[in-house]
């Protein structure tokens, strides 16, 4: 049987909070130390009872839930670290396995821009536009004001498929060409417009569609 450490993604769950704690306040959580609980959330040790299973058990179901989305927060927030350290796709697989947990779990279309500087290192990203279960409304002139107001010099975009088929539609080809034109006109360079769903990511790049 085949391991891939990104099964089972869509069961993380989503915590605003915990994006919006310090990296200490979140690592105390995690290791149960936290003495100033999280906006809306009170910290309990994680224990089962000898007479429920954790799946029983709804408080210990909860705080592994819990745990597993402020994992998920540190996660991301390293993987975003080391982004910004260098080119970004001089390590493509660590931009894949951020959007990979970006789009964990997500019922609805979203699509995201990641602002680049000169040198390709991760300037800010950003979710530009949301949509429903299987479609988003794209605009490219508010992506162009976006990557200008970021100074940004090229940009990587991505966007999810809840339904878990990460093949790129002709329309997504075409909204590839069409904001590669627009961005061009500013001199901004599309790099990459990657489809993410579960644990799969194509690149447009790589398929030759850019």
């Known amino acids: 049987m085949n391991f891939h450490p990104f099964q089972g993604l869509q ?14 306040d979140l690592v105390a959580e995690m290791l149960g130390l936290q003495a100033r609980p999280l906006p809306g959330h009170t910290p309990a040790p994680l224990r089962v009872s000898d007479r429920e299973t954790p799946h029983e058990d709804p408080a210990t179901q909860q705080l592994l839930t819990r745990r597993l989305g402020v994992a998920r ?3 991301m ?28 779990g997500l019922q609805h279309e979203v699509f995201l821009a990641l602002y680049l500087d000169a040198n390709h290192r991760l300037i800010a990203h950003e979710e530009v536009f949301r949509g429903t279960l299987t479609q988003t409304s794209v605009y490219p002139r508010e992506l162009v004001k976006s990557a200008l107001a970021r ?6 975009v991505a966007h999810n498929h809840p339904s878990g088929q ?12 069409t904001l590669k034109s627009a961005l061009a006109l500013v001199d901004i360079r599309l790099i990459d417009h ?7 990511c194509v690149s447009f790049a790589e398929r030759g569609l850019l």
């Open 151 to 156: 100074n940004a010099a090229a940009i990587a």
């Open 11 to 24: 069961n993380l769950p989503d915590l605003p909070d915990a994006a919006h704690a310090s990296r200490e």
């Open 77 to 104: 927030r390293e993987l975003r670290d080391r982004m910004a350290q260098g080119p970004v796709m001089s390590s493509p697989q660590v931009l894949r396995d951020w959007l990979r947990l970006r789009c964990a």
């Open 194 to 200: 990657f489809v993410v769903a579960g644990d799969q």
């Open 166 to 177: 990460a093949e790129p539609s002709r329309a997504d080809e075409f909204l590839t060409q």
């Open 73 to 75: 927060e540190l996660l």
